[in-house]
């Protein structure tokens, strides 16, 4: 995960670094060359500048953190953009992965991180750049700190904090950068809540072809119409985009107790991935696991029961 975090940063690093030099020749040209020259120094030998200044700077050594490999470092790091700036979503964040010693603790790193990014984006750009989120650079550690929180209220139980986190989200951000979709299909799965399920899968992302999607649409539709040549259909759309999932679900293969950093698109990794987060959705209903593993055995899906188109 933590290389995924590094590739990230390192292109948000360099789009923040293009804007920060356009907002410099933009001062050298209205305000003078030596102005600009002296503002990043100044601030990193006191601290003193503007808030805006104390924030890029604090952002700055965060995207240092997320590419260093000691931990005791990137918490030190952490502690130290928060001095520069105490509204520095991105280093709560990073304290809950890595400094907190329970989920509580870590709950409460990702809430404070959450909060501090909306004060740092303020209620009229919070409001500005709702529907989208994420486009916008100076987002995204408000969304980072809020989708770690969503998944440790999951952890911790809280079921219908996270689901109303994934919602709002979805709200901010349309588009889904993160992936907040994923999440909330499994949550309501898991749940139980079938009906906000189908809603969510009719929705704008209704055409995804996503492992986690497809698989989701077969457990539905099993869900509302039991074997029949519907779920059948739906069950055979998911295998052909990942056909190691079932083994990984019914128990054929032992889902590792840690997870890959990176996985492969159909790959075994992503299935023992998509069953550490779903197992629970497909044991909650009678009979899903059963019918899973005996369709995906088949070659030829033969036919289910009349009805369900």
Same mark, same amino acid.
């Given at each position: 995960?933590?290389?995924?975090?590094?590739?990230?940063?390192?292109?948000?690093?360099?789009?923040?670094?293009?804007?920060?030099?356009?907002?410099?020749?933009?001062?050298?040209?209205?305000?003078?060359?030596?102005? $600009?020259?002296?503002?990043?120094?100044?601030?990193?030998?006191? =601290?003193?500048?503007?808030?805006?200044?104390?924030?890029?700077?604090?952002?700055?050594?965060?995207?240092?953190?997320?590419?260093?490999?000691?931990?005791?470092?990137?918490?030190?790091?952490?502690?130290?953009?928060?001095?520069?700036?105490?509204?520095?979503?991105?280093?709560?964040?990073?304290?809950?992965?890595?400094?907190?010693?329970?989920?509580?603790?870590?709950?409460?790193?990702?809430?404070?991180?959450?909060?501090?990014?909306?004060?740092?984006?303020?209620?009229?750009?919070?409001?500005?750049?709702?529907?989208?989120?994420?486009? =916008?650079?100076?987002?995204?550690?408000?969304?980072?700190?809020?989708?770690?929180?969503?998944?440790?209220?999951?952890?911790?139980?809280?079921?219908?904090?996270?689901?109303?986190?994934?919602?709002?989200?979805?709200?901010?951000?349309?588009?889904?950068?993160?992936?907040?979709?994923?999440?909330?299909?499994?949550?309501?799965?898991?749940?139980?809540?079938?009906?906000?399920?189908?809603?969510?899968?009719?929705?704008? =992302?209704?055409?995804?072809?996503?492992?986690?999607?497809?698989? $989701?649409?077969?457990?539905?539709?099993?869900?509302?119409?039991?074997?029949?040549?519907?779920?059948?259909?739906?069950?055979?759309?998911?295998?052909?985009?990942?056909?190691?999932?079932?083994?990984?679900?019914?128990?054929?293969?032992?889902?590792?107790?840690?997870?890959?950093?990176?996985?492969?698109?159909?790959?075994?990794?992503?299935?023992?991935?998509?069953?550490?987060?779903?197992?629970?959705?497909?044991?909650?209903?009678?009979?899903?696991?059963?019918?899973?593993?005996?369709?995906?055995?088949?070659?030829?899906?033969?036919?289910?029961?009349?009805?369900?188109?």
């Amino acid at each position: 995960m933590k290389e995924k975090k590094a590739a990230r940063a390192e292109m948000e690093k360099l789009m923040a670094e293009l804007a920060q030099t356009l907002w410099e020749q933009n001062a050298q040209t209205s305000a003078g060359p030596k102005k $600009a020259e002296n503002k990043m120094s100044k601030a990193k030998t006191t =601290f003193q500048g503007s808030a805006e200044e104390a924030a890029r700077l604090a952002q700055e050594v965060m995207y240092d953190a997320w590419e260093t490999n000691s931990k005791s470092r990137r918490i030190k790091m952490a502690k130290r953009a928060l001095s520069i700036d105490p509204d520095c979503a991105d280093a709560w964040s990073l304290l809950a992965d890595d400094a907190a010693k329970s989920l509580d603790q870590a709950i409460d790193y990702y809430e404070k991180g959450m909060n501090a990014g909306r004060r740092s984006l303020g209620e009229k750009k919070f409001k500005q750049y709702e529907g989208g989120f994420w486009g =916008f650079l100076d987002t995204r550690p408000y969304m980072r700190a809020r989708a770690g929180l969503m998944m440790c209220l999951w952890l911790a139980g809280n079921g219908d904090a996270a689901i109303g986190h994934a919602k709002d989200m979805l709200k901010l951000d349309p588009n889904d950068h993160q992936g907040i979709r994923y999440r909330l299909i499994s949550y309501l799965a898991a749940l139980g809540r079938y009906d906000e399920l189908g809603t969510v899968m009719k929705g704008s =992302f209704k055409n995804d072809g996503a492992t986690e999607w497809l698989y $989701a649409r077969a457990l539905l539709s099993f869900v509302k119409k039991g074997d029949t040549d519907a779920s059948r259909r739906e069950l055979q759309r998911a295998l052909q985009v990942n056909k190691y999932v079932p083994a990984h679900l019914t128990g054929g293969k032992a889902v590792p107790q840690r997870l890959p950093d990176t996985i492969t698109w159909g790959g075994e990794d992503e299935a023992s991935c998509y069953a550490s987060e779903n197992i629970d959705a497909w044991k909650k209903v009678p009979g899903a696991l059963d019918w899973l593993k005996t369709q995906s055995k088949r070659k030829n899906t033969p036919k289910g029961k009349s009805g369900g188109k």
